[in-house]
């Protein structure tokens, strides 16, 4: 099944989850992820996401009934595919919801989702969420077997796990991270090409944002970690209007 022609912007999706990593640090009611959102959306940003995890160490509950009151962009809701989270995301019925593996230990998401492995139970975790009119995305690696099996079970969009790249030329292993960008963009290509609307998420910063903000079949870039980080230095507006302008600029 062939996609349809790429769009020339490209969108930008803010995850606000370690706004709550600090407010949580002190468990108090600051600083608001909600109003982080709000500044967000001021900035520019097209979307909005956030993790609701099974141990709650960031996004609460209320967080997310919040941001479906008072948002204006789309809500991009990250879960695990568990039946808690499912009836979470049928309640509230958001624009989107993006499927990510999750593991109690781990500091972060970790690698994308195995689809090829669990492709049964996905298929038939994903349909209530597409039934009740949410979009729905798959995290994984670029990897072919991963992307086709994301198409196969139903998923909409497919978000590339962007780690092994971004993390790869911070630490100035270069030829690493060029063979990353490559299967990025060949997977780009490939999920575009299975008719799979194609984002990119995780470890995004402004040396390494452009790269990927170039090809064309990628949609939308998720990002949040280094925005949170930047705005201590300059503002969570400033740190958004750079990363878009970058973002912008690649694209034109």
Request: net charge negative; hydrophobic share 45%; proline share 4%.
């Amino acid at each position: 099944m062939a996609g349809t022609e790429p769009l020339g912007r490209i969108r930008l999706g803010v995850n606000i989850d370690h706004v709550a990593t600090v407010r949580n640090a002190r468990g108090s009611a600051y600083p608001d992820p909600v109003r982080a959102a709000q500044l967000a959306e001021a900035a520019g940003a097209d979307g909005i996401t956030a993790h609701l995890r099974e141990d709650r160490r960031h996004i609460s509950d209320s967080d997310i009934d919040r941001l479906m009151e008072v948002l204006r962009v789309p809500l991009n809701f990250e879960m695990a595919p568990t039946d808690e989270m499912q009836a979470i995301a049928l309640r509230h019925k958001p624009h989107a919801v993006c499927i990510v593996p999750e593991k109690r230990e781990e500091l972060t998401t970790e690698g994308g989702l195995d689809v090829a492995r669990d492709e049964n139970r996905l298929a038939h975790f994903i349909a209530p969420l597409r039934d009740a009119g949410c979009r729905v995305s798959m995290f994984v690696a670029a990897d072919r077997a991963q992307v086709e099996a994301a198409q196969r079970i139903g998923a909409q969009v497919v978000e590339l796990h962007a780690g092994a790249y971004c993390d790869s030329f911070s630490e100035g292993r270069f030829d690493e991270s060029a063979a990353e960008l490559e299967r990025l963009r060949d997977m780009s290509a490939y999920g575009h090409s299975l008719g799979l609307e194609v984002h990119a998420g995780h470890g995004f910063t402004y040396d390494t944002v452009k790269p990927v903000a170039e090809f064309p079949e990628v949609m939308e870039l998720n990002i949040g970690h280094f925005l949170i980080g930047e705005a201590i230095f300059v503002g969570l507006e400033a740190a958004i209007r750079e990363m878009r302008r970058l973002m912008d600029e690649a694209r034109a």
